[in-house]
């Protein structure tokens, strides 16, 4: 083989070479709208139920775990 035919198969190989790693790159994911909204954005009541769970507020749970307990209790027939 001559001098420019190994500099002729050496660039093929490397172009085959280049070409076939950028195929097989991982693409950027397309662009999704989330299927469900963030339940917290929309309802204030578990925005502050929320933030006294995070903040240990017991004192600002209780309204709500009272609320919870009168419902609860309607619908248990062996209370």
Request: proline share 6%; net charge positive; aromatic share 4%.
């Amino acid at each position: 083989m001559t001098h420019s035919a190994l500099c002729r198969l050496a660039a093929t190989v490397a172009g085959t070479g280049c070409a076939l790693l950028l195929a097989c790159t991982a693409q950027p994911p397309a662009a999704t709208v989330p299927t469900t909204l963030n339940k917290f954005t929309q309802d204030a009541t578990l925005r502050q139920i929320a933030t006294a769970q995070d903040e240990r507020n017991t004192a600002a749970l209780l309204p709500f775990l009272e609320g919870l307990m009168l419902r609860t209790d309607a619908r248990q027939p062996w209370h």
